[in-house]
């Protein structure tokens, strides 16, 4: 997945066209996606920290110039030359973690014209995967109110280089941890695991499962729903009951209906006296099933969320792209209708009143406005700048941060029909003005 061949085919094409009309001249490339999703206030930028490793290691191997002169479009010249190609050029970005808007650039590539073209690819992919997956975290997060969740995605990931990008993205929104074990050492995130059904189902007796499970992971979680969910919280209990010292940390429910379930099981556990027993709910979770448990005071203490959230089920695409706005000093636009680019390198400022966000503007990047900067110096000539190279738990706390500091309704899951306000400057109106004008 880091390989140069990660684009699509226009790319090079386009480069062969710029070097054949020796186009060598600085390029700026924005990336931005132009509206929200039904059912989202806010986007949370995720995937920067990838996009500067793919910046760094690009090259084009002989195996790719060789599966490239195959396909018969591409002069010897331009092979060899492609097969020098490095990326040399600099990068600003919003941190990862940031809240974001409508035709904000989340990243800024700056470089000679035919480097920022071939990466388009891979910068569109990482960060439009892991900004929809930290968007629906930080959602999921803010549902459970201060309860734990963890990601039990994997399995339903679209692949497997999703789901270990959305448990690092999950991770940077808020969530608890990971069950997936790469994921986790890959990332320095939290591992958690239970157990599954056929581990009970594989004994004669549920008892027995329990039993055996319990004996070898002290402090385990152990899953109840197998046959009869209350059924099998009592054989816990019997089983706690029976064996003074043993650990058990939590009860699983799985399936059902989970706030019914998870009042019958709280009560029979604080009526045997295991007030310390915890219950943990998954089966088919996401924000608004998480909201409503939580609104009926279910006594659930953590949650797994899987499928709706490692698909993003509700809203799982965002409308991005990378455009070119500058080119040899020069801004540059398009006026498709409905896909209108506003030209030049611009920068986002946020104005912010007692804390708390309260609107920002699109400016160019050299108009002096009211409002702290979102993008940063993040890569020069084409090596990530040192201090801007976050961990992933520094990374984390700057989202919550975010979150923390958006205005109550845009938090809310409820649509309130409040839009975050995002204006643009003079500067940059004036520019579109001038091209609409005179585009060519």
């Known amino acids: ?12 094409t386009m480069a062969q066209a710029y070097m054949a009309q020796r186009m060598s001249g600085t390029a700026v490339f924005e990336t931005f996606f132009r509206k929200l999703p039904h059912g989202r206030s806010y986007v949370m930028a995720a995937g920067l920290s990838d996009v500067l490793g793919f910046l760094e290691r690009f090259q084009f191997l002989p195996s790719d110039i060789e599966y490239l002169r195959g396909l018969r479009l591409f002069s010897e010249e331009f092979l060899h030359s492609l097969a020098e190609v490095r990326f040399t050029g600099d990068v600003w970005a919003v941190p990862e973690g940031t809240v974001v808007f409508p035709n904000e650039p989340i990243v800024q590539v700056i470089a000679p014209i035919l480097e920022a073209q071939l990466v388009e690819t891979f910068v569109v992919n990482q960060i439009h995967l892991q900004s929809v997956s930290a968007s629906k975290a930080a959602r999921v997060v803010e549902a459970a109110r201060g309860r734990k969740v963890v990601d039990f995605g994997a399995r339903r990931a679209h692949g497997t280089d999703a789901a270990l990008k959305v448990a690092r993205s999950g991770y940077l929104a808020g969530l608890a941890g990971t069950s ?26 549920e008892l027995d499962a329990f039993d055996a499970f319990a004996q070898l992971y002290p402090g385990t979680t152990l899953l109840v729903d197998t046959y009869d969910t209350l059924r099998g919280v009592d054989l816990v209990i019997e089983l706690l009951t029976k064996t003074p010292g043993l650990e ?15 009042k ?30 939580v609104d009926d005071d279910c006594p659930i203490d953590a949650f797994a969320v899987g ?8 809203a799982p695409a965002l409308d991005m792209a990378y455009k070119l706005v500058e080119y040899g000093g020069t801004g540059r636009t398009k006026l498709s209708s409905g896909k209108v680019i506003y030209p030049g390198r611009k920068q986002v400022v946020r104005r912010v009143d007692q804390g708390i966000f309260t609107g920002d503007t699109i400016g160019r990047a050299d108009e002096q406005l009211d409002g702290e900067p979102l993008l940063v110096p993040v890569m020069k000539n084409g090596r990530r700048l040192a201090h801007c190279d976050l961990d992933l738990p520094t990374s984390r706390n700057w989202a919550r941060q975010q979150v923390d500091r958006l205005p109550a309704q845009l938090r809310s ?19 579109l003005e001038r091209l609409r004008q005179s585009p060519t």
């Open 1 to 12: 997945m880091n390989s140069a061949l990660f684009t699509d085919l226009y790319e090079v």
């Open 180 to 205: 997936n074990l790469l994921a986790a050492r890959m990332f320095g995130i939290p591992v958690f695991g239970t157990m599954a059904h056929s581990f009970v189902q594989a004994f004669d007796n």
């Open 248 to 262: 058990v940390a939590a009860v699983r429910l799985d399936s059902g209906d989970l706030g019914a379930l998870a």
């Open 264 to 293: 019958a099981t709280r009560a029979k556990l604080d009526v045997a006296g295991f007030n310390h027993v915890a219950i943990f709910a998954s089966s088919g979770l996401d924000e608004y099933r998480i909201a409503a448990l």
């Open 307 to 314: 499928t709706k959230f490692v698909v993003a089920e509700d």
């Open 413 to 431: 899951l409820e649509d309130s029909g409040r839009t975050y306000p995002v204006d643009v400057s003079p500067g940059v109106a004036r520019d």
